[in-house]
């Protein structure tokens, strides 16, 4: 397994550009499945879960290829059956459920595990379906759903921690070819719901009130095939943003999209990082001494759990207390501990992490648990006096597109250390 060698002390300085979004491209994809047409997405990330997704579209009986950011996806016939060991590996496949039950009227697929982040359950994506008219079985470790029609039903999405991301682009997914209409109440708000959508109008769907907590689904008699730019990650421009605080450098992020950034930038701001737009360049310095601040994640529009890590990691590096509060899922500070061999004074107490932060932080091997708390190291590394070696870099690989590239271009001292 592959790990990263960050000789930290070196503040961040340059540009950046911000790749496609990861959590925008896996369920459109999916969504190719819903037409026999051929689709196009550019502004793909060249990232393992995208083409993950790939393979598993393959699996279904699609052709795929994918060249300098582009993703051609033609779904001819279509296979009803997930590979049980491609979706098992990947959560974000759950997705594929949606359009499968929307053109065939039916889908298999393996149930999605929890994961270190938590127990991570598809109960309410399997309520739409079932509200849509779906029949939902589970055996033998795989789910099915299949039914005569689907009917358009309004629906309360709503769980334990608010909306569903996934969950809304699956239901939505599965409406467009639903007979009537289909009313969605508690719909994620995610601009990544909303890229989704954007992309299913283009094939003909009628969907309106994305973006808002009630989302309208007209179904159609078929779709067809479409071409679509995805919207850059926001999750990405924000750890970027968040490097150049915590490195003390100056760095400004190219093609983020600030509009849907507004909890983080709001923090930072508070955090006292100055942050400067000029269209779609956001450049990023402390404006002074940083202050402790404290923060909850919530769905969008509130601050993002993809950076409650990263902003840890920040908030380790200030001198006060800050309380992280994580709402959205259960297990999500596996950071915790590794931070903690850098020297962080980090307490959990139920959802909330305690930061006293302020403590000079030194390199230290650490292991990267999931994909945001991999970055949060990574962060953390580059700050930190020393060498900081982070293990198990294909968490790095499934959501930032070439972080060690784009990070040294920014004079980190960062270097990939392959496994003999
Ligand atoms: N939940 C339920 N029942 C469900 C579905 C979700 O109780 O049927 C709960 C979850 O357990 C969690 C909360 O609802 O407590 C929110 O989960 P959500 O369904 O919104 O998460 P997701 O759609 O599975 C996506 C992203 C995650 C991101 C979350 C929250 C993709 C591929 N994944 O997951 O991204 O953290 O939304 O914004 O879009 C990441 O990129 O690192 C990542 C984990």
New binding site residues.
């Given amino acids: 397994m592959d790990s990263l060698l960050i000789k930290g002390g070196v503040p961040l300085h340059g540009e950046v550009t911000i790749s496609g979004a990861?959590?925008?491209v896996?369920?459109i994809m999916a969504a190719t499945l819903l037409t026999s047409e051929p689709c196009v997405i550019h502004r793909v990330p060249n990232l393992s879960?995208v083409k993950f997704m790939g393979r598993i579209l393959e699996s279904l009986g699609a052709r795929v290829s994918f060249e300098d950011g582009t993703v051609r996806v033609q779904v001819r016939k279509l296979r009803g059956v997930g590979a049980y060991n491609l979706i098992r590996k990947m959560?974000?496949s759950?997705?594929i459920m949606g359009p499968l039950l929307g053109r065939l009227k039916e889908a298999t697929v393996s149930l999605p595990g929890g994961?270190i982040?938590?127990?991570?359950?598809?109960?309410?994506?399997?309520?739409g379906f079932a509200a849509l008219g779906a029949k939902v079985t589970i055996e033998s470790g795989y789910v099915r759903v299949s039914a005569r029609r689907l009917r358009g039903r309004e629906m309360f999405l709503g769980?334990?921690?608010?909306?569903?991301?996934?969950?809304?682009?699956n239901v939505m997914m599965a409406a467009t070819l639903a007979e009537g209409v289909t009313i969605i109440e508690s719909a994620?708000c995610?601009p990544?719901v909303v890229d989704l959508a954007n992309f299913l109008n283009a094939m003909g769907a009628k969907i309106t009130g994305v973006g808002s907590p009630t989302v309208t689904v007209t179904g159609v008699k078929e779709l067809h095939g479409a071409e679509h730019e995805v919207i850059p990650d926001r999750?990405e421009a924000a750890t970027y943003a968040i490097a150049a605080a915590a490195t003390n450098g100056e760095v400004t992020i190219l093609g983020a999209r600030a509009d849907h950034m507004h909890a983080v930038l709001d923090k930072l701001h508070e955090a006292g990082v100055k942050v400067e737009r000029r269209g779609s360049a956001l450049t990023v310095r402390r404006g002074g001494r940083l202050k402790s601040v404290d923060v909850t994640t919530l769905?969008?529009a509130g601050f993002?759990?993809?950076v409650q890590a990263q902003m840890m990691t920040l908030m380790a590096l200030t001198p006060g207390i800050s309380i992280i509060t994580e709402r959205?899922?259960?297990s999500?500070f596996m950071h915790v501990s590794e931070l903690a061999r850098l020297g962080a004074d980090i307490e959990i107490e139920g959802p909330s992490a305690i930061v006293k932060g302020g403590r000079p932080l030194s390199g230290a091997p650490v292991m990267a648990s999931?994909?945001?708390a991999s970055a949060a190291l990574v962060i953390a590394g580059l700050a930190a006096r020393g060498t900081t070696q982070v293990n198990r870099v294909y968490h790095l690989d499934?959501?930032y597109e070439n972080i060690d590239c784009k990070l040294r271009r920014l004079g980190a001292r960062i270097e990939r250390v392959k496994e003999s």
Avoid: M, Q, W
């Fill in positions: 990861k959590n925008a896996l369920p879960d959560r974000g759950v997705c994961c982040i938590g127990a991570r359950p598809i109960n309410l994506h399997l309520k769980g334990r921690a608010g909306s569903t991301v996934l969950g809304t682009a994620a995610e990544e999750i769905p969008y993002p759990t993809d959205i899922f259960e999500r999931d994909l945001r499934r959501g």
